[in-house]
């Protein structure tokens, strides 16, 4: 057990606590108690007993006290000098982790299907992730309908004409609706078609679902169902027909949201605005919970607002 004088000595030499210094900052800063206990949040006798011991340990005075007025000692200025850019440094560091941590972060797993995929869903995760740094977004591209939770999956993009019964919340997007799309080269080349029947002296790019796949002819007939259901070049995929479309390989149909970036840009032009076909509806759809995850609720609260810049 340490002797009384050497229990004394460890006593005169105790460092001083960093909140002795924060309360001895503040008061210096203001030239108040009162001012400095109001601004930390805590009794003036808190202040001044932090001030007492902070003098106590360093055995020197840094503040005059009178009952009207507070001022630095020779050796308070010094101290205050010294201490004041670590203090403010400290607070900076205490504000700069607050925000971080106050920011959304972490990963996210989406599932989308791969028409439109690479277009829509790529323009508004750009912007997600410029607005969100801190999260990072995995996107799977696949035409099957995963399961969320046994995959692992936060979100997902379902574009249906029907939306199945599930477990799942469902915040609808937008209605997915097919236009017809041609390149300024292919019409400057062969014309603007004025009718629908006009598309058979054009060439046409059809989508074609997988199982008619092999069955469309490419025929002479003069019927709506036949402009808009044959042609040279047909696919299931409307990426490859936005592809197509934009080298100038003919008309054909796309979803307006995965033509409005090339709409906007001037590399494809609508062609014939009075024919339209709802081909379903874009969802957004997340396990059903009583508290939405945090990263889920921002990604989907983005994405919503997102959308509507497509109207």
């Not at 989508?207 to 025929?219: A, E, I, K, M, N």
Request: hydrophobic share 45%; charged share 25%; glycine share 8%.
């Amino acid at each position: 057990m340490p002797s009384p004088r050497a229990a004394a000595r460890a006593q005169s030499h105790r460092a001083p606590q960093l909140d002795e210094i924060a309360a001895f900052a503040k008061v210096a800063e203001l030239g108040s108690f009162t001012a400095a206990a109001a601004q930390l949040g805590v009794p003036k006798s808190t202040v001044s007993r932090a001030v007492t011991r902070l003098e106590e340990g360093l055995k020197v005075r840094l503040l005059h006290r009178s009952p009207r007025a507070v001022a630095l000692t020779d050796a308070g200025r010094r101290f205050f000098g010294d201490v004041a850019p670590h203090i403010a440094g400290l607070r900076d560091a205490a504000l700069a982790l607050d925000a971080y941590q106050g920011q959304p972060q972490g990963l996210i797993r989406l599932s989308a299907p791969p028409d439109g995929g690479e277009s829509f869903v790529g323009d508004l995760l750009v912007d997600f992730c410029a607005r969100y740094p801190l999260l990072a977004v995995e996107v799977d591209l696949s035409s099957r309908q995963v399961d969320l939770l046994r995959e692992g999956f936060d979100l997902a993009i379902r574009a249906t004409r029907e939306l199945p019964d599930s477990s799942l919340v469902a915040r609808k997007l937008f209605d997915s609706d097919v236009q017809l799309f041609a390149a300024p080269s292919y019409l400057a080349r062969r014309g603007l078609p004025r009718a629908i029947d006009d598309l058979m002296d054009h060439e046409r790019v059809v989508f074609l679902p997988s199982s008619r796949r092999g069955q469309w002819p490419v025929g002479d007939a003069r019927s709506v169902r036949d402009a808009l259901s044959t042609g040279r070049i047909a696919t299931d995929n409307f990426q490859l027909i936005r592809s197509v479309l934009r080298a100038g390989g003919g008309i054909g149909p796309l979803p307006r949201v995965l033509a409005a970036p090339d709409l906007a840009s001037g590399r494809l032009v609508h062609v014939l605005p009075e024919w339209s076909q709802r081909a379903g509806t874009a969802y957004l759809v997340y396990p059903s919970a009583r508290h939405v995850a945090r990263n889920v609720a921002v990604f989907r609260d983005f994405a919503l607002a997102w959308v509507k810049r497509l109207a």
